[in-house]
Antibody, heavy 116, light 106 residues
Framework: QEQLVESGGGLVKPGGSLRLSCAVS????????MSWIRQAPGKGLEWVSY????????YYADSVKGRFTISRDNAKNSLYLQMNSLRAEDTAIYYC?????????WGQGTLVTVSS | DIQMTQSPSSLSASVGDRVTVTCQAS??????LNWYQHKPGKAPNLLIY???SLETGVPSRFSGSRSGTHFTFTISSLQPEDIATYYC?????????FGQGTKLEI
C-alpha cells in the first residue's frame, strides 16, 4: 500500500529556511516522478514543484522559483523540499505526492508557518 | 499558465441528489484532467483521472466527462460521506493548475 509521510514542518521567521522530507513506501520510488503541493489556510490547492524519477527534470511554480529546491534520494526512498527566504505567504500545509496520472497519491501533509 | 475556472465555489444539496461541478480550461489540455476529493485534515483523494476514468476503489456514483475544454464531474446520488471540497486539476502543462475548489455541503 502506497504511503507518503511528510516531516520537517514548523514555525519559522520570515527570511528563514526549512527543509521538508517525505518518506515513501509501498511502491518503487525510483520509478516515479514526484511533486510538492501546498494549501494555504482557507485557500485552495497550489502545485509547488515537480521532479522526474532520475532527478534530471525539475519544475517550479513562479511563486517559489529561486527560493525553493526540490530533490530526491532514490536510495533512501525520500523526497525533499529545501525552502529558503521564506515569506508569510508560504504559510501552508505542504503535501508530498506521487506524480503519476497527474497526481495519484498524496501524503497527509506537514504544516509550515512563517511568522515573526 | 493554464487557468482552470471551476464552478460553483460552494454547493448545498440533499442526500440522494445529483450533483454537478464544472471546470473550464483556458486552453486545450486534452483529457489530462483529474478530480480530487479533499476532506479537512486528510490527504486529497484521486477520484477521476484522465477526465473520465474512475480510480480503483472509488464508488461508481462518481463520474467525469469532457467536451473540448469543458469538464464535468458528477455525483449521481449524494451520500453523507461525500461532504468535502472537490478540485479539478490539469496536468497537460507545467505549472499544473487546480480549479478554485467546490465546497459541498448537505
Amino acid at each position: 500500500q502506497e504511503q507518503l509521510v511528510e516531516s520537517g514542518g514548523g514555525l519559522v521567521k520570515p527570511g528563514g529556511s526549512l527543509r521538508l522530507s517525505c518518506a515513501v513506501s509501498g511502491f518503487t520510488f525510483s520509478d516515479y516522478y514526484m511533486s510538492w503541493i501546498r494549501q494555504a489556510p482557507g485557500k485552495g490547492l497550489e502545485w509547488v514543484s515537480y521532479i522526474s524519477s532520475s532527478g534530471n527534470t525539475i519544475y517550479y511554480a513562479d511563486s517559489v522559483k529561486g527560493r525553493f529546491t526540490i530533490s530526491r534520494d532514490n536510495a533512501k526512498n525520500s523526497l525533499y523540499l529545501q525552502m529558503n527566504s521564506l515569506r508569510a505567504e508560504d504559510t501552508a500545509i505542504y503535501y508530498c505526492a506521487r506524480a503519476s496520472r497527474g497526481i495519484d497519491y498524496w501524503g497527509q501533509g506537514t504544516l509550515v508557518t512563517v511568522s515573526s | 499558465d493554464i487557468q482552470m475556472t471551476q464552478s460553483p465555489s460552494s454547493l448545498s444539496a440533499s442526500v440522494g441528489d445529483r450533483v454537478t461541478v464544472t471546470c473550464q480550461a483556458s486552453q486545450d489540455v486534452t483529457n489530462r484532467l483529474n478530480w480530487y476529493q479533499h476532506k479537512p485534515g486528510k490527504a486529497p483523494n484521486l477520484l477521476i483521472y484522465d477526465a473520465s476514468s474512475l480510480e480503483t476503489g472509488v464508488p461508481s456514483r462518481f463520474s467525469g466527462s469532457r467536451s473540448g475544454t469543458h469538464f464535468t464531474f458528477t455525483i449521481s446520488s449524494l451520500q453523507p460521506e461525500d461532504i468535502a471540497t472537490y478540485y479539478c486539476q490539469q496536468f497537460d502543462y507545467f505549472p499544473y493548475t487546480f480549479g478554485q475548489g467546490t465546497k459541498l455541503e448537505i
